[in-house]
Antibody, heavy 120, light 110 residues
Framework: QLQLQESGPGLVKPSETLSLTCTVS??????????WGWIRQPPGKGLEWIGSIYYSGSTYYNPSLKSRVTISVDTSKNQFSLKLSSVTAADTAVYYC????????????WGQGTLVTVSS | QSALTQPRSVSGSPGQSVTISCTGT?????????VSWYQQHPGKAPKLMIYDVSKRPSGVPDRFSGSKSGNTASLTISGLQAEDEADYYC??????????FGGGTKLTVL
């Protein structure tokens, strides 16, 4: 059974870089059928797609975040990662990783999410 | 890329039907048959309920159905049950390998 698990610091200082990793188990991140994506949800607010990556390293970003986002993949560890630079309090959110089905454009497996707070 | 528009809240009594709308543009909802819907209970991760406008993943009750007309997609839940009370989000492919979500709708089962 496919599982995704987010990990990383729960507290980041303003202007610094947020870094999270998603570890995939029960399936290969190198599958040609899927992207691997990041989605976030500020407290009490809605979902926002951040971006997705293919196992080859091709990346696709939300235009509104593109200048600050980097998503990378490590197929040897079955992991993919998110970096968000120059964070502010507005970046405080629960960050989810998810499997993004290429053909059906659906997010069919999600991690449990991890809360990242931006505060000094 | 603007968020899709959903009503902030809807409500219904057990056994009734409710419909949640999701309005976008010809660049997202209206341009592709790639609308999905997610259910989110408090403190939990979202769960895929509908994809490709109207298809249900295995395990999702057939009380949940989806449709689309023009730039507006809809999720209908029939035979409301208490456990359906949750937040619901629509999501659409928006071209150039990007996705856009709706603002979310809180469903209250009275």
């Amino acid at each position: 059974q496919l599982q995704l698990q987010e990990s990383g610091p729960g507290l980041v200082k303003p202007s610094e870089t947020l870094s999270l990793t998603c570890t995939v188990s029960g399936g290969s991140i190198s599958s040609s059928s899927y992207y691997w994506g990041w989605i976030r949800q500020p407290p009490g607010k809605g979902l926002e797609w951040i971006g997705s990556i293919y196992y080859s390293g091709s990346t696709y970003y939300n235009p509104s975040l593109k200048s600050r986002v980097t998503i990378s993949v490590d197929t040897s560890k079955n992991q993919f990662s998110l970096k968000l630079s120059s964070v502010t309090a507005a970046d405080t959110a629960v960050y989810y990783c998810a499997r993004h089905d290429i053909q059906l454009e659906r997010l069919d497996h999600w991690g449990q999410g991890t809360l990242v707070t931006v505060s000094s | 890329q603007s968020a899709l528009t959903q009503p902030r809240s809807v409500s219904g009594s057990p056994g009734q039907s409710v419909t949640i709308s999701c309005t976008g543009t010809s660049s997202d909802v209206g341009g592709y048959n790639y609308v999905s819907w997610y259910q989110q209970h408090p403190g939990k991760a979202p769960k895929l309920m509908i994809y490709d406008v109207s298809k249900r993943p295995s395990g999702v009750p057939d009380r949940f159905s989806g449709s689309k007309s023009g730039n507006t997609a809809s999720l209908t839940i029939s035979g409301l049950q208490a456990e359906d009370e949750a937040d619901y989000y629509c999501c659409s492919y928006a071209g150039n390998y990007t996705l856009v979500f709706g603002g979310g709708t809180k469903l209250t089962v009275l």
